[in-house]
């Protein structure tokens, strides 16, 4: 199986790429946010990739960020979610916003990507409701390992500090963060579970 792949962008066209290794040429499909982080014909480019095989076909798909590759996964696990149709959605929407999507239940907003109807869309945010918390902290938790320290704001509290350190790692800034968190615990109250907050504080900053 292959995991990643570093070579030279030979042609970029549509939904996919190829990737000239020592001149071979891999096909990859990718997200229209992935192609768009490219660079020019014959500048160096490094993909993860994720490969799918079947009976008759053996397919790559690329992603310039861990982020989005551990939301593909998550779609692509869904009944009905192809991997087609898992980087439709994420050409719409980055894992940010999906992942505010899905904690505020927003239907309507997955089907923006092509191939979405109302039906798939709801199955998508039943689905993943509690895994896309899941994957929100363990994406927080490698951020604030990474400098050993959790933002300055909730230092005392360590809920508060590690939920903060989840929406700083999925790209908020301090003080929308910081006002989302406090308007989720006055709502669940100062013994909300972590996860509970998480998912109450996305939906604060989808609204």
Avoid: C
């Amino acid at each position: 199986m292959i995991g990643k792949l570093t070579g030279l962008v030979d042609e970029v066209r549509g939904d996919h790429l190829i990737i000239d290794v020592s001149g071979v040429g891999y096909l990859v499909q990718a997200s229209a946010v992935t192609l768009a982080q490219l660079p020019g014909h014959g500048r160096k480019v490094s993909l993860l990739i994720e490969t799918d095989v079947g009976e008759d076909h053996i397919r790559l798909y690329g992603f310039a960020e861990p982020a989005e590759r551990d939301w593909f996964r998550l779609l692509n696990g869904v009944q009905g979610v192809s991997g087609r149709l898992a980087l439709a959605v994420l050409s719409v929407m980055p894992p940010r916003r999906l992942a505010q999507a899905i904690a505020a239940d927003d239907r309507r907003a997955l089907t923006a990507a092509d191939g979405v109807g109302p039906k798939l869309a709801a199955r998508i945010t039943t689905e993943l409701k509690d895994r896309a918390t899941t994957l929100a902290l363990m994406s927080g938790a490698l951020a604030a390992g990474a400098d050993g320290a959790a933002p300055a704001v909730f230092d005392d509290d360590r809920t508060g500090g590690s939920a903060l350190s989840v929406l700083a790692n999925l790209g908020y800034g301090r003080s929308e963060a910081f006002a989302a968190l406090a308007a989720a615990e006055r709502r669940l109250g100062p013994d909300a579970a972590l996860e509970s907050l998480i998912r109450e504080s996305l939906r604060e900053l989808a609204s």
